[in-house]
């Protein structure tokens, strides 16, 4: 079977289960389709280990979903559509109001989780005689740390969260998506190149995919703005629009900037500035063009991450490093969150609950999925030859993805409607202290006349 023949029963399948769940379970599409399709996999598990599905059965749907090479389908196919569809809702004026936040979540936060998981991980394998290098567990740290804008687009978004709650989960998650892919191509050089990097060819390596995807693209941005307001056949605009992901990520790669940025930057330009220039038709066909490719697209991903579980073999030390990384993962989060506002906080005022949301609702979804397929297999463990480095990060990865998609992005909901309630009490207040300042001024003036 191939990539194709699978891509269209798997898009299938998640439009059944979308309609299913329609009717009757009322959950978040992209929460229903994991679910389904990990209770998919593991009744398919369950069925052949007891024996009732013969081997090569059991093997036509491993290669079925192995014919989806991942990390290609994602990171050199869908993400550049998923990113370039997320960046269009986001308002540049929300943007710039919280610059700041989100240039130090999606930064520094990042960097600071990389290796606080890193040198945990390590510490903790080492306790329990598990001989991995330091520079792998700093890999994982590197492609488990930034949000995932798909998963967090597909799920927070759509609750309507406070405006700079949303904003900032919304805008680290797009930005520190391409940072954290410069971090883990940076420490992907140092673990795997045949030459010893130095410190400036590092730093070279990162400021020319970081910078370098901002500013390619801004340049996408311009030319496909002025392609488009050109234009008078909104047709040929929605052909312009999808060349951008498509020509414009082949280019990025081509010239070794960051992609995923590159696609960020050009959708936050045609988001903003080109739709106001055209006609309000062809804004509205722009919008609804690339809500139904985000729809199709997030379903087929998470439908395919679901079914990725009857591809794993299992040992039992992997038990043990799922085990220790859910919990440290979300530990993580919270310390670079939490350190974050120690310093927002003395600068403006927030909704309590900002804290609890951008942790909880940090989730982590395809993109370290992804990230962590395309580490090479070979690299065995200390004790044991049978088990590999790639084997225990990529177990470690699935576990929170999975975990953060289901668990986290099912439960949220209640924090973000006591958030909207606090908010709400917040903006009563910031009212009535406006209200009393007019008063008092009116009444002093009233005075000195």
Known sequence: MSAYDTVCIMAAIAVFISMINHRIGKFQPTIAITAWSIAISLILLI??????????????????????????????????????????????????????EITFLALIGTLFSTFFIGIVLWALFKLLTIDIDFIYCCLFGALISPTD??????????????????????????????????????????AF???APTISSTALLFVRE???????????????????????DNMFRLILTILIPTFGYVVSEH???????????????IGNWTRNTISKEASHQISHLWELADEILNAVLFLLIGLMMVTFTFHAIDIV????????????????????????????????????????????????????????????I???PDIDVK??????????????????????TPMIHKAKEEQAKMDQTATNATSEIAASNTTTETTNN
């Open 47 to 100: 069925l052949s280990k007891l024996g009732y599905i013969p081997r090569n059965d059991e093997h036509e749907v491993i290669q079925m979903v192995q014919a989806v090479n991942f990390d290609d389908f994602l990171l050199k196919g869908v993400l550049g559509f998923l990113l370039f569809a997320g960046a269009l809702n986001i308002k540049l004026p929300h943007l710039k109001d919280q610059k700041f």
């Open 149 to 190: 804008p798909i998963a967090v687009l597909a799920i927070v978004k759509k609750l309507n969260a406070p405006q700079r709650i949303s904003t900032q989960i919304e805008g680290e998650s797009l930005f520190n998506d391409g940072v954290g892919l410069v971090i883990f191509v940076t420490l992907f050089e140092i």
């Open 193 to 195: 190149s045949k030459t």
């Open 210 to 232: 970081a910078l370098g995807g901002i500013a390619f693209g801004a340049v996408i941005g311009v030319v496909f703005h002025f392609l488009i307001k050109s234009s008078h």
């Open 255 to 269: 010239i070794e900037v960051s992609a995923p940025l590159a696609m960020v930057v050009a959708g936050i330009i």
């Open 321 to 380: 490093a799922v085990v220790i990384a859910i919990p440290l993962v979300l530990l993580s989060r919270y310390l670079s969150v939490k350190s974050a506002y120690q310093i927002f906080n003395r600068y403006r005022t927030y909704n309590p609950l900002s804290i609890k949301i951008l942790t909880w609702g940090g989730l982590r979804g395809g993109l370290a999925l992804a990230m962590a397929m395309a580490i090479p297999s070979g690299i065995p």
């Open 382 to 384: 200390g004790f044991s």
């Open 391 to 412: 084997e225990i990060i990529v177990l470690m990865t699935y576990s929170v993805v999975i975990f953060s998609i289901i668990i986290q992005g099912s439960t949220i």
